[in-house]
């Protein structure tokens, strides 16, 4: 609806209280900064810092000062780690560079030494990535942070019978959460609005919880578990109603009674144990709110949220101190020390921290965790994408889907839960899907085509179960290009990439396309390899579309014609010298799978 969109438009970037009354660590800046140019970019590298959440660079030509390098995400500059390449910069101009460190997103440290670079200017000049794989490493467990999780459009839409583009919308919101389990091995999901008006839980007798137990009983019949994010307000409890998000008014009010808040909560929570069990509900996450510090999902201060945080877990608790509750469910990384901070001054529990983060990889808040003594706590991204706009090109991209590669390296083995925002593009808050390719976040559209983020994670999947050691040099090596390496019994499967952040480029850059070779020492030049690969015009749903002359919606031969052109596709690679060369794009990702003949 326009008015949903206007209002979200004017009021998605103010962030809530940002007063603190803790002080952040005055961290070190980073040392070791080197920058290197090369075709069409800049590498700068560091090494970490202690505290650090993440790091902010700053670049400067010869005679200006140094700002922070804008990637164009839409979100926050900060990045979670080294090495990082700039491919904003314009070739053939000398620049410096400088690294500070983040202790959190609203602030940043000292600037580090400054160094610089320049980037080269093409000419005529085939940029090598050499990739070398120890195929005979014992290796390390793989870590999959897109199992655990996937996120939702409201859950009631699954009993929805309405239409959008022809197709029933409950019905292929399941099939998509049923895709996500059965192909991705996703095992919750997470979305918005189990308190909202049309799940009616509140009645002029006391609670009513029917229509939650459909949605759930759909949700556990897929395989999959919920996470209960507890919200928004129902009207019966909101100390202002008129207080709203999205098309179908959300209300975003604290409530006019924080005991009958509680008493809700628990209420819920001991219906679900007496209805499915405490051995099932206690695989489940308990997440307080969503993105309170927006003023767009929160009418109340920081104090008042901390105050519903308090109630909110002692409700759930009351329950079964086993059950586990969290938070504070914000946008870009904002209120993690905040929430960490209130709980260590009064006790209340945090076993989850979750956040969200759109547009680079998820920062570093085991940091945070520290830093107020809640080290054992989970890290759950409960929220994360290439963007945080509605409707925006760039969902429908295969730039997004190879974003979604980089993001999940980075985040493996220091986050529990990378949670993809949203598994269908059935997502209507600023209103249904008005066209087919619109832009949604969904890793599949409406009618159940694969975008290429879902042909990313399905990649990824293909990934055996022991990580193998993997070397880059060259220009671009480890920033631009990345590999992920693993082995199975009789396989090895290598994934490598080219991708940078700045979303200027989501359309491709010539000047970025790496020629790499792939040697993996030990391996007989014999085995059969077989290579996937994920491009512009291949598993690229949107070209398809533009070649089938596809209008608002497809017809039904295009539909059938959709699914075909848009699948990846598998062909045989050919050894040279006992090494794998190939092309790789910018962005494009590639699969090699290696296996005896």
Not at 10 to 23: G, K, P
Not at 94 to 100: G, T
Not at 201 to 225: A, N, P
Not at 321 to 346: F, N, Q
Request: proline share 7%; net charge negative; hydrophobic share 40%.
């Amino acid at each position: 609806m326009p008015d949903a969109r206007a209002d979200w438009d004017a009021r998605i970037t103010i962030r809530s209280d940002e007063t603190r009354e803790f002080d952040f660590p005055d961290l070190d800046p980073p040392k070791d900064v080197h920058a290197v140019g090369g075709v069409g970019q800049v590498t700068i590298d560091w090494s970490p810092v202690d505290g650090a959440v993440g790091y902010l660079i700053l670049r400067a030509t010869e005679d200006g000062p140094l700002e922070p390098v804008d990637h164009h995400s839409g979100d926050i500059l900060a990045v979670a780690g080294p090495p990082y390449v700039d491919t904003t910069c314009t070739p053939g101009t000398p620049y410096r560079y400088a690294v500070a460190s983040v202790p959190e997103v609203t602030a940043s440290g000292r600037a580090s030494e400054v160094v610089g670079a320049i980037p080269l200017v093409a000419d005529g000049i085939d940029p090598v990535v050499t990739v070398t794989v120890d195929a005979v490493a014992e290796g390390t467990e793989l870590q999959r942070p897109w199992v655990p999780m996937v996120g939702s459009e409201r859950l009631s839409q699954l009993l929805c019978k309405d239409l959008t583009g022809g197709r029933e919308i409950g019905a292929e919101l399941e099939q998509a959460l049923r895709r996500m389990h059965d192909e991705l091995g996703v095992r919750t999901v997470r979305a918005h609005a189990i308190f909202h008006d049309d799940t009616h839980v509140i009645t002029d007798t006391g609670y009513d919880f029917s229509v939650v137990d459909q949605i759930y009983d759909k949700v556990l019949e897929i395989g999959l578990r919920p996470v209960v994010e507890l919200g928004f307000m129902p009207r019966e409890l909101a100390a202002d109603p008129t207080k709203t998000v999205f098309a179908y008014g959300a209300i975003i009010s604290p409530p006019k009674s924080y005991e009958q808040w509680g008493t809700l909560v628990q209420a819920l929570v001991q219906h679900l144990v007496d209805r499915y069990g405490p051995d099932e509900v206690l695989g489940w996450d308990f997440e307080v709110w969503n993105e309170a510090n927006l003023s767009v999902f929160w009418s109340g201060t920081k104090s008042e949220w901390l105050r519903l945080y308090d109630v909110t877990a002692a409700a759930v608790k009351a329950v079964d101190p086993r059950l586990a509750v969290g938070g504070p469910s914000s946008a870009a990384a904002g209120w993690v020390d905040d929430l960490l901070a209130h709980a260590a001054s009064t006790g209340s529990p945090v076993d989850f921290v979750s956040t969200h983060l759109y547009g680079s990889a998820p920062l570093d808040v085991r940091a945070s965790l520290e830093r107020h003594g809640f080290g054992a706590a989970r890290i759950l991204w409960t929220e994360w994408g290439v963007t945080p706009r509605h409707f925006n090109p760039i969902n429908d991209s295969v730039f997004a889907g190879v974003f979604v590669l980089r993001g999940m390296r980075s985040a493996a083995g220091r986050v529990d839960a990378l949670s993809y925002w949203v598994a269908s593009d059935h997502f209507e808050e600023l209103g249904r899907p008005p066209s087919f390719l619109h832009g949604g976040f969904g890793l599949q559209t409406v009618g159940g085509l694969s975008k290429p983020r879902y042909h990313a994670l399905a990649l990824l999947n293909r990934l055996g179960p022991v990580e193998l050691p993997v070397t880059l040099t060259g220009d671009g090596a480890g920033s631009l290009v990345e590999a992920w390496a693993t082995r199975d019994r009789d396989r090895i499967a290598v994934l490598l990439w080219n991708l940078t952040l700045d979303q200027t480029k989501a359309d491709g850059s010539a000047d970025l396309t790496r020629t790499v070779k792939l040697s993996l020492p030990g391996v007989d030049p014999h085995w059969r390899v077989t290579a996937t690969q994920l491009a512009n015009g291949t598993g690229d749903l949107v070209a398809a579309a533009q070649e089938l002359g596809v209008g608002d919606w497809p017809t039904d031969d295009q539909w059938r014609e959709l699914a075909e052109r848009s699948q990846l596709v598998r062909s045989s690679l050919e050894w040279r010298d006992s090494t794998l060369e190939l092309t790789l794009p910018m962005p494009s990702a590639i699969l090699l799978e290696i296996q005896p003949t």
